[in-house]
């Protein structure tokens, strides 16, 4: 059989399904990755790169992918057929080249999609932290360090935790710096002021009766308000929002919204819905198809290309990894 890599078209049918089972004696414990944030938080996942793509995939023994090991790498079956070969990548804390960092595990709020309120993890204090990124960058190749969190009691109390961290981690390390956090009124400035490079503030959809359907309690306004004011501080293609396909938005709603965020000076990033079991029974979603992914991304570029936006800047979080949605900047 000849080698399969990876390009835009099995890539999003890969994330569209998003999951591949895998032997155990192929995935030691540095070539695995657990998720404590967001939809996926909970589970368990590994990188796949070849032919200048990398594609991550949750661990899932019911999948209908089957990662197995051949040749020098791996190659992904689905009724017997292989779909794509290529090599599992090491993940130096959570994504290859950063130490991608969880603070708190927990969250006082109740988005239909995030499994994280159920869980309710962990609060890392800093000795946890350096710890974390120290072992990260003994491997080699850290590129960049990147901090996201729930809301343990309040998101102004977050940005203050958050802040002392990108504190601490600025007196050790030179590497750029981001932050995923709910944003406050002043969160783009404390967190600039403390050595941070670059945020990200989610809007999870842009469709507001969605939005006040699966993330009761947040404000769609609040989170625009505070990413037009990140622009202003961090600079174009250092600020990123998460943008959820698969909550019922049309085609149409995604257009519109990526380009009243482009307009704004804010990178979009798609991300494919994830189903959580913690979440079964409230909430409805649909994994999009890898036309849509496609048909979407492609859609994103071109906006990016008109409003004057670089995708291929950004230093931390998603953009660089490019491991669970298709990248405008290198996937389409």
């Given at each position: 059989m000849k080698k399969i890599p990876l390009n835009p078209e099995l890539k999003s049918f890969l994330i569209s399904i998003g999951s591949a089972d895998i032997d155990d004696a192929l995935l030691p414990a540095d070539l695995k990755t657990s998720a404590t944030a967001g939809p996926g938080a909970g589970g368990s996942s590994f990188f796949i790169s070849s032919g200048g793509h990398r594609v991550r995939l949750s661990i899932n023994r019911k999948s209908p992918l089957k990662a197995v090991k051949w040749e020098d790498g791996v190659a992904i079956f689905k009724d017997g057929n292989m779909v794509v070969s290529g090599c599992l990548e090491e993940p130096l804390c959570h994504c290859p080249g950063q130490a991608y960092i969880t603070i708190s595990e927990r969250c006082i709020y109740d988005c239909k999609f995030c499994p994280v309120p159920k869980l309710q993890g962990e609060r890392k204090d800093i000795p946890t932290i350096l710890r974390m990124v120290?072992?990260?960058?003994?491997?080699?190749?850290?590129?960049?360090?990147?901090?996201?969190?729930?809301v343990e009691l309040s998101p102004d109390d977050e940005v203050k935790k958050t802040v002392e961290v990108v504190k601490e981690l600025k007196k050790h390390y030179s590497v750029p710096i981001g932050v995923s956090v709910y944003p406050t009124e002043t969160s783009s400035d404390e967190l600039y002021k403390a050595g941070a490079a670059?945020?990200?503030?989610?809007?999870?959809?842009?469709?507001?009766?969605?939005?006040?359907?699966?993330?009761?309690?947040?404000?769609?306004?609040?989170?625009?308000?505070?990413?037009?004011?990140?622009?202003?501080?961090?600079?174009?293609?250092?600020?990123?929002?998460?943008?959820?396909?698969?909550?019922?938005?049309?085609?149409?709603?995604?257009?519109?919204?990526?380009?009243?965020?482009?307009?704004?000076?804010?990178i979009p990033i798609l991300r494919p819905i994830s189903a959580s079991s913690y979440r079964t029974g409230e909430i409805e979603i649909s994994r999009p198809s890898p036309e849509r992914l496609r048909k979407l991304a492609r859609m994103e570029k071109n906006l990016l290309k008109k409003y004057h936006l670089d995708a291929s800047k950004a230093k931390t979080m998603c953009l660089p990894c490019t491991g669970c949605d298709m990248a405008p900047h290198c996937d389409v």
């Open positions: 120290s072992n990260a960058c003994a491997r080699g190749g850290m590129q960049a360090i990147s901090l996201t969190s729930g670059e945020v990200k503030y989610n809007v999870e959809t842009m469709d507001p009766e969605i939005f006040s359907r699966v993330c009761p309690g947040l404000s769609l306004e609040e989170v625009l308000i505070a990413l037009k004011h990140a622009v202003e501080v961090f600079g174009r293609d250092h600020v990123f929002s998460n943008f959820i396909i698969g909550l019922g938005e049309t085609d149409e709603t995604v257009r519109t919204g990526v380009e009243k965020l482009v307009q704004m000076g804010v």
